[in-house]
Each structure stands twice: as C-alpha cells, then as structure tokens.
C-alpha cells in the first residue's frame, strides 16, 4: 500500500560528526515532503521541506535532497550537537491532499 | 508564545468517561488539523478545516469522536465513552493556506485507565 518509511529506526552518531537519515515513499503524486523533529514529549517541529521541483535544499546545517526516480529523500545534518537527538519524521504531502503522511520515525543518538 | 498551543496537556480518564481537548492554531492561520500518535510511531492524520468548516475526517475518526471549529479559530476534539485504545497523544496544526507548512502544538497526551 501507499506509506512513507524510514529505513532504520535508531541511528547513533559521534558529536560533531555528520548523520544521514532516510526515507523511502511509494506514492510518485506526492508533491511535497518535510522532516519534522519531535523531543520527548513536544510535537512535532519543522525542520526543513522540499518540492517535487527540486533535488536539494539547505537550511542551517541541514540539506534534504530528493532522488524522485528511486522515490527517495534524505535529510543530512552537519555537525551534529546533543541537541540534535530526537526522532526524526519524514512527511509526505500529496497533491491535492491536506493531510500530512508520516513515517515511522528513526531515533537519532547524539554519543558525546 | 504565538505558536499552536494545546489544553490540557496530560489528561487521565477512565474508559467510558468523556473528554475534550482544546486547539488554539496560530492566529492568522485558516487551517486546521487534528493528528493522533501512539507511542513509536508517526501522527495519524484525524480531521482538518479550512476555516470553520470541517473538509476531511480519516476512517479513524470514528463516531465517539467529534471535532469542531465554531469560529474558524479554535478547535475542540471530543472522544466520547473513552476506550483503552484511545491512549495516545493528540496533536493539533495549523497552516496559513493550502499546502503550507503545518505547525504542530505540544500535544495533549490522554491516558484511559
């Protein structure tokens, strides 16, 4: 069926060092994704978003690139600090559609 | 804070009781959403309007719940006769147009005992 995964479910990392989290979805309609940041017991925060147009957008320390023809996103985080570890959640909007599709989530672990 | 904010924060009920949460989107903001996540997974999609007027209900939204929007600002979520299963947090956004990046609320986190 239709579903926006997340290939790992936990994910360490050394302080400073660079993470990778991905994701994989199905649907090709879908025109816009997110990477939401969630900390235990607060909701979801947005973290950076990117269109079916593109293939890569960067914000501060962060860069989501998009590969459409494998239906493929990432998020890449330069530098990771301790308060980078939270659950990372991609987003699938499809067109047409309001509503937000989540993924399962990956864990990231900042180790000092 | 102009950010989503959501009341209460923890609510305890026991099963059968009814309970109501609270949304207050970002002001300028038209829509509104209602998500629900369980613990280790990513928010399910519940209910949205666009202003007062209530557009989409997911399949999970069963008959025990109910979700308004009186005046196109806040929003209140009903679950009546809780069950068990109703545990989780319950998660309100809101965005400025059709397509827009959805902010998310702190969440009220129901327990049923």
């Known amino acids: 069926g239709e579903s926006v995964g997340l290939h790992l479910p936990t994910l360490s990392v050394q302080e400073g060092d660079n993470s990778i989290i991905n994701c994989a979805y199905s649907?090709?309609?879908?025109?816009?994704f997110i990477w939401y940041k969630q900390e235990s017991g607060k909701g979801p925060q947005f973290i950076i978003d990117?269109?079916?147009?593109?293939d890569k957008r960067q914000g501060q320390r962060v860069t989501v690139l998009l590969n459409k023809t494998v239906k493929h996103l990432s998020l890449q985080i330069a530098a990771t600090q301790p308060g980078d570890s939270a659950v990372y959640f991609c987003?699938?909007?499809?067109?047409?559609?309001?509503?937000?599709?989540f993924g399962q989530g990956t864990r990231l672990t900042i180790n000092p | 804070d102009t950010g989503v904010s959501q009341d209460p924060r923890h609510k305890i009920t026991k099963r059968g009781q009814n309970v109501t949460f609270r949304c207050d989107p970002i002001?300028?903001?038209?829509?509104l959403y209602w998500y629900r996540q369980t613990l280790g997974q990513g928010p399910e999609f519940l209910t949205y309007?666009?202003?007062?007027?209530?557009?989409?209900k997911s399949r999970l939204l069963s008959d025990r719940f109910s979700a308004e929007r009186p005046k196109g600002s806040f929003s209140t979520l009903e679950i009546q006769r809780t069950e068990q299963g109703d545990s989780a947090m319950y998660l309100c956004?809101?965005?400025?147009?059709?397509?827009?990046?959805?902010?998310f609320g702190p969440g009220t986190r129901l327990t049923v005992t």
């Open positions: 956004a809101s965005s400025l147009d059709k397509g827009g990046e959805q902010y």
């Open positions: 649907n090709s309609a879908s025109d816009y």
């Open positions: 990117i269109r079916s147009n593109m």
């Open positions: 987003a699938e909007n499809r067109k047409g559609a309001q509503k937000l599709v």
């Open positions: 002001s300028e903001h038209n829509r």
């Open positions: 309007f666009q202003n007062e007027a209530q557009l989409e």
